[in-house]
């Protein structure tokens, strides 16, 4: 992979200007010229959008580029994935060079492990109507990762937690589908070891100085063993999250859709329960391991029902119609429908 004039696109997270400028001298150094390469910065300032994308697209192509660095968080992540994989939609001239080979190369240089550090391949994509999707596609892995604990450091602990419980589910997730590889299925047994075991020191008190390489070890993990998409929980928070427009971080809303997304799912999970009781050091099947999640969330400071979401019913009802559409609905362990979500998001009411 050779990139001489990258296009390097960050967004609100990325809040430590000491690794955003190593990550620009880096790239500077890379290049042939970096006088006549001058360094280009694209910002992303709200959530990832096909208006950033086609922006960052157009940019590639005017400037020249030859690369993507993605530094930051999802919203930047995603947008580079997309106009990455969509850059020869630019100028349909440019489909013919690309199209038996690979897109631009994609460098993601992520600030937290959540959702995968930026190696699914799944991005999440507002259209120009101010919904989003999900979409998955195995053209959106990146070229290269690179993962620098120090970014984790200065991570809120709020932000530190979420994204270690996003972890979790993930992989728990990853387990729970009904075909899996056994290279992949002691991946993700292992992502969720790492996370869970660091989620519990945090409960305990301790902040290890280790966390940022256990926890993007155990997220890379889980990325790596999850060859067919995620289910029902990732799905239902992110679609919470969207609906609220809250400002908490991915993963806040996890443990509390947690139980009645493992009740839906438990009676299709009974081969896995073992395996996920034994990494999460906890017994009792389905129902053991969500009063254990419970429990230690709540510890956390996290909600742990949907009670303590406030959402009405109106509310309810537009996150089970938004979430009936997302692409995970077919790799959660049963398939879900519309009805299916609003009897999980309404079943306490």
């Known amino acids: 992979m050779r990139v001489l004039r990258p296009l390097i696109v960050t967004d609100a997270t990325a809040s430590d200007p000491r690794l955003f400028e190593e990550c620009l001298e880096g790239a ?34 005017t400037e020249g580029r030859d690369g993507i660095v993605a ?11 997309y106009a990455a994989r969509d850059f020869a939609r630019v100028r349909p001239e440019l489909r013919r060079r690309l199209e038996d080979g690979p897109s ?33 596609d195995e053209a959106f892995v990146p070229s290269a990762l690179i993962c620098d604990s120090r970014s984790y450091s200065d991570l809120d602990i709020t932000d530190a937690i979420c994204a270690e419980f996003d972890v979790v589910v993930h992989c728990i997730e990853t ?74 971080p991915h993963g806040y809303f996890h443990a509390a859709v947690f139980k009645p997304v493992m009740a839906f799912n438990a009676p ?39 009670d303590e979401l406030g959402l009405d019913r109106a509310a309810r009802a537009r996150i089970a119609c938004a979430v009936s559409g997302d692409v995970a609905n077919t790799t959660n362990p049963r398939r879900v429908r519309k009805a299916d979500y609003k009897a999980i998001l309404c079943g306490s009411e």
């Open 28 to 61: 500077s150094a890379a290049s042939a010229d970096p006088e006549k390469a001058r360094l280009a910065v694209h910002r992303i300032e709200a959530r990832a959008n096909m208006g950033d994308t086609r922006a960052i697209a157009r940019r590639l192509f």
């Open 71 to 81: 530094f930051g968080g999802r919203d930047a992540i995603d947008s580079c994935k």
């Open 104 to 136: 631009i190369p994609l460098i993601v240089v992520p600030n937290t492990p959540a959702d995968g550090a930026g190696l699914r391949p799944a991005v999440r994509i507002g259209d120009f109507n101010g919904h989003f999707q999900s979409c998955r």
């Open 175 to 248: 387990l729970a589908r009904s075909r899996l590889s056994p290279p992949a299925k002691s991946m993700a047994i292992d992502g969720l070891r790492r996370a869970w075991r660091l989620l519990k020191r945090r409960a305990a008190g301790a902040n290890p100085s280790t966390s940022g390489e256990a926890v993007f070890s155990a997220a890379v993990n889980g990325a790596l063993a999850e060859d067919g998409g995620l289910g029902a929980i990732h799905a239902l928070a992110l679609a919470i999250e969207e609906d609220q427009s809250a400002p908490h």
């Open 268 to 306: 299709a999970m009974d081969r896995i329960m073992p395996d996920i009781e034994d990494a999460m050091e906890c017994s009792g099947g389905a129902a053991g391991i969500v009063a254990t999640v419970s429990e230690l969330a709540a510890k956390l400071g996290l909600p742990v029902a949907l």
